[in-house]
């Protein structure tokens, strides 16, 4: 219904050989993957460096809200911690169980910002924001009216980590989100990957928190703490969304 949705093996996968699955989009974006010679590895960069940025902030860390499912990776790396899973595609949540040994019975088929906007107040050490469609992140998940409500769901120590998808400099969508998320949240950081060239669409982490945010840089598997531009605020009454 939203995505064409492919699953393919390989024996190779970013130059290292090995036993691979993967989850990928029609615009080739990559969901998730895993190593079918060890399921417990965290194959991709971008998980293992929010979870860093989640256990060393708060150990002890409860509750966690996850908008997009893909394969379910950073939610089966905490089966002992109450996580909730929206997920707007009811064939992605299908394909993570036939395909990649997803089994927590966690998922919300349905809409990430109507989700979370039922669920209480202060409830959530963190919200995780790692939802796709074929233009980027849904722009209705960036405004400043979903960055407040969040924050209404965290609870004092709460912090909200977004994966997205852009180039570092001059990304028009990248910096407005960026400037939106502030206006929110008092501290944030911004973390990418490197790349050959600025022009690179990478992975682009966000983090935002009413407390101070620390990272130890050896553990962020290769992202590397950026300053993003500014840019226009986004708000629910943008033409995008009328």
Known sequence: MFNEIA???????????????????????????IDLKDLSRIVLEYPR?????????????????????????????YPDRGVTVAEIDEKVVELSKLFF?????????????QILMNEESNSYDYIILDA???????????????????REKL??????????????????????????????YVYSKAFSLPGADESDIRNIIVIGSNRTIEFQAREMAGFLEIELGQGHIIVDSDPQFL
């Open 101 to 113: 040994k997803y089994r927590k019975d966690n998922v919300i088929v349905g809409d990430g910002r």
């Open 7 to 33: 699953v393919y093996d390989t024996n190779q996968l970013y130059g290292e050989m090995g036993k691979y699955r993967f989850l990928q989009f029609s615009d080739d974006a990559m969901q998730g993957a």
């Open 49 to 77: 460096a929010i979870i860093h940025l989640m256990e060393y902030n708060n150990p002890s860390f409860e509750n966690l809200f996850i908008i997009g499912h893909g394969i379910g990776t950073i939610a089966s790396h």
């Open 132 to 150: 796709f469609n074929k233009k980027g992140t849904p722009l209705h998940l960036t405004t400043t009216e979903f960055f407040e409500m969040t």
């Open 155 to 184: 609870n004092s120590r709460g912090a909200v980590i977004m994966n997205l998808m852009g180039k570092i400099k001059n990304d028009k969508l990248i910096d407005a989100i960026h400037s939106t998320f502030r206006e929110t």
